[in-house]
């Protein structure tokens, strides 16, 4: 009896230190799977995505684990909040601590906090997760989400529009505003097509930027740390996706609204990242865009051809709608284009010199 349970222990020993012996193998195969398939994407990226327009894992790289956003609080002052409202407010002087506390008192002070039912946490933790995710590019960064989303704050105020839009409609408005470029490469959808990158083979070349954007706006979303519409159905959590507004648009490109001493640099912060995409472009035999290369195109005359046949007709057209914004933003237009006609005049004289 005990030579034959010495025998069945043995044989279980053996058993045992020969499963044990799988276990580390199959541990050290999964290992090396994972490098290797880390490696291989490293490779794939490397290869498709010169840029690294699209990063596969890391387009939301926030940490899920952080309980409670560590931006310090900024008060906002009785000035400030006006200032706000207006689109004349001046968005270089403020850290990003500043913008990440304004672009919060917006979502409280339009009412957005108590009718979508948000948890106060959730709305800190996801507008750090949108900063997050903002590159640091010469225009398409986080202080341009801040000023689109500003103008578009100010249009509400400016045109009555919580009077007449519904809750949801300024839910849209406002949350489109801060996700409109998430994760923008700094290249855009013409380089994107023409390189080959695996955004615009994702997307088919069909607007693989907006794709994108749009794309890690829900992924955003989707963490529960981070969901600011959790508390609503999810019938209007569809609504809210399907709406378009031309408002958006308008904000996105209003620059040239404020005061010639705000607007100027974001010119030259977009002609800079302008010429780094011809300049990429020439050096990987590539079509140049035509006004963005750098031996062509001149800040004022880039500058007339946007404000006469894309700004002042797309403003004119709001104009009909909300004649508010006749002297703030239509007439600062007028005068903006007037301003770079006289510095191409003042260039062909001293070319001509």
């Known amino acids: ?35 290797l398939r880390d490696e ?32 310090p609080k900024y008060t906002l002052s009785s000035e400030t909040i006006e200032t706000l409202k207006k689109p004349t407010f001046d968005v270089w002087h403020w850290e990003y601590n500043e913008m990440l506390s304004c672009l919060e008192f917006m979502y409280h002070d339009l009412g957005l906090v108590w009718e979508f039912n948000m948890n106060p946490i959730t709305l800190k933790r ?33 045109c009555g529009l919580q009077g007449r839009l519904s809750p949801v409609d300024l839910g849209v408005l406002m949350t489109a505003a801060v996700c409109h470029d998430l994760d923008h490469p700094g290249y855009n959808n013409t380089y994107q097509i023409n390189a080959h990158t695996e ?49 958006i648009k308008c904000c996105d490109i209003s620059n040239e609204v404020r005061p010639t001493e705000v607007a100027e640099p974001w010119v030259d912060c977009l002609l800079e990242e302008y010429f780094m995409q011809s300049d990429r ?19 004022p005359k880039a500058q007339i051809g946007f404000i006469k ?16 914004i006749e002297e703030v933003m239509v007439r600062p237009l007028q005068e903006a284009r007037d301003h770079y006609e006289e510095l191409v005049q003042l260039e062909e004289a001293m070319a001509e010199v």
């Open 1 to 35: 009896m005990k030579k034959e349970v010495y025998e069945r222990l043995t044989t279980l020993e053996r058993r045992v230190e020969a499963e044990g012996r799988k276990a580390i193998d199959i541990d050290k195969c999964k290992s090396e799977l994972k490098k």
């Open 40 to 71: 291989m994407e490293e490779r794939s990226n490397r290869l498709s995505c010169s840029c690294k327009c699209y990063r596969s894992g890391e387009i939301v790289r926030i940490n899920p684990q952080r309980d409670v956003p560590n931006y």
């Open 126 to 158: 996801w507008l750090l997760c949108i900063q997050e995710n903002y590159r640091t590019n010469p225009f398409h960064n986080f202080r341009h989400c801040f000023c689109v989303t500003q103008m578009m704050y100010g249009m509400i105020h400016l």
């Open 199 to 247: 955004l615009a083979i994702r997307y088919n070349d069909i607007s693989p930027l907006e794709n994108h954007h749009c794309a890690v706006a829900f992924q955003i979303l989707a963490q529960p740390e981070n969901n600011i519409f959790s508390n609503i159905s999810p019938d209007l959590f569809k609504q809210m996706r399907q709406l378009q507004l031309v408002l």
């Open 281 to 299: 472009e020439k050096s990987e035999g590539l079509p140049v865009t035509p006004f963005m290369d750098r031996d062509k195109v001149t800040k």
């Open 309 to 324: 046949f894309v700004l002042i007709p797309m403003f004119e057209t709001v104009m009909k709608l909300f004649p508010q």
